[in-house]
């Protein structure tokens, strides 16, 4: 049973999140806060694997939260709930050691399937997401596609395939029942490009994958796997 924290200041928007939850018999809602410090005592106490967090509540923001649960509550992963009139909150978000952003209008199954994804230790980067995380940052702070696929130019062929799969939202199990590895191998994988990389957390990697277009649908894909490497 995967466990779960809502936060969110409005009630309506907490009841939908979790009426959609509820039609997965694996999830339970364990917790609900109006507000970030609310969550983040809630999280101290309920100890979910999941924390769903809006952007912006009341007191503490679900970014400040964020970071509190990272300190408070490190068995906890968090998911944070976004819109589009949020743009200017996406790079603060990068660092704020969520696992996974996603639209509070998309695809209820995308939801389901973010928490699911987190809770195995995966990221959960929604494809419309990532791209407007890409449009925003304007190649500032991940680079132009050039740029990411340079980044990732040093990677041998297996550590793509596996940053190619979290990115594409499988977790760290479902990656090595793919790839035919035991799961430690994966996570093995992806601590070693994140620091080689020097980024913080697996979704700024999902990001930088996305830019480089090692995932099937995005628009740089089309001639990304020219750049692979076999070593």
């Known amino acids: 049973m995967i ?4 936060a969110d200041d409005e009630t309506m928007i907490r009841a939908g999140v979790r009426a959609i939850l509820a039609t997965d018999p694996g999830i339970e809602v364990v917790a609900e806060a109006g507000d970030g410090h609310q969550a983040v005592e809630l999280a101290r106490l309920h100890r979910p694997d999941v924390a769903l967090l809006d952007i912006r509540m009341p007191r503490l923001d ?3 939260a964020a970071e509190e649960l990272r300190r408070a ?3 906890t992963a968090v998911v944070v709930l976004t819109t589009f009139s949020e ?4 790079e603060r978000a990068l660092g704020s050691g969520a696992s ?3 639209l509070k209008s998309g695809d209820p199954r995308e939801l389901i399937a973010g ?3 987190v809770a195995a230790g995966g990221a959960a980067l929604s494809p419309v997401v990532a ?3 890409i449009d925003t940052l304007g190649g500032e702070r991940l680079g132009r596609v050039a740029d990411a696929r340079d980044r990732l130019a040093p990677l041998t062929g297996r550590e793509r395939e596996v940053v190619a799969l979290l990115a594409a939202g499988l977790s760290n199990q479902q990656i090595a029942e793919r790839l035919h590895v035991v799961e430690a191998t994966v996570k093995a994988h992806v601590s070693a490009v994140l620091g080689r990389l020097g980024l913080r957390n697996r979704v700024q990697l999902a990001v930088l994958a996305y830019e480089a277009g090692l995932v099937p649908g995005t628009d740089a894909d089309a001639d990304a796997g020219t750049d692979a490497s076999d070593a």
Do not use: E, K, Q, S
């Open 3 to 6: 466990r779960v924290l809502l």
């Open 62 to 64: 679900g970014l400040g």
């Open 100 to 102: 996974g952003f996603l």
């Open 87 to 90: 743009d200017a909150y996406i």
């Open 115 to 117: 928490v699911r994804a």
């Open 131 to 133: 791209r407007r995380v």
């Open 73 to 75: 509550a490190p068995g």
